[in-house]
């Protein structure tokens, strides 16, 4: 967010893969990663003296002076009260009530929309076959209740649109639309959107997480447009 607000960069597409790094983040621990710098980059005993001499200093006297101070603190806080018990098991109810929330709406909009799914026809079909060109293999399927057109499913993605929405496009209009959505199946999207949900219910406490998946999200549609 800092780097997308200090450089404010035009292009949507650079936007979204910071947003994207910023979500990715969250996902691989900060210890594996220092881990992992300090192996390839700063093995030598040469680049450790230098570069993690004053930083190991500095830790040092932290912890002592916590150690020091803090040891009522921390008596109360993961002691006899509790708290880190009580903690974790709001994280994790936090966890299983926002799986079960995005679950639950991708089966009922299944469900919702299984039983009248046709494929598209031929004036939709030759419009996407315009669209795709060739360069990714893209299905689609009219629903008479639902979105008005959105990219749906991981392995094999599909173009949903309503029926009703599609006949009130013009010709232009309707190839815009969809290539718009074939723009979404080029760049992976729909993984990336999976990928940003995960994080979001790993992470449902932290205030970021939420600012950063609905940058991207926002940055998403831009760059597709």
Known sequence: VLAAGVLRLGSSNVLCWIYRIGLLKFAIPSVWLFGVVQERFLSSAAN????????????????????????PLGQVWWGSSGVLAALVAL?????????GCRLARGFRFHWKTRRDRRP?????????????????????DLVVAGPGIGLY????????????FLDSLSDNELATALQHEVAHRIRRDNIW???????????WFHPLVWALRKRMLFEMEKACD
């Open 91 to 99: 994280a994790a109810l936090g966890l299983a009530w926002h799986v």
């Open 153 to 164: 499913g991981i392995f094999r993605p599909r173009i949903m649109a309503r029926r009703a």
């Open 193 to 203: 959107c999976v990928v940003a949900e995960a994080i979001v219910c790993l992470y």
């Open 120 to 140: 598209f026809a031929s004036r939709e079909a030759q419009a996407l076959r315009e669209c795709s060109q060739g360069i990714v293999d893209v299905k689609g």
């Open 48 to 71: 450790e003296s230098i570069v993690f001499g004053p930083l190991q200093g500095a830790a040092s006297r932290a912890a002592t002076a916590i150690a020091q101070a803090g040891e």
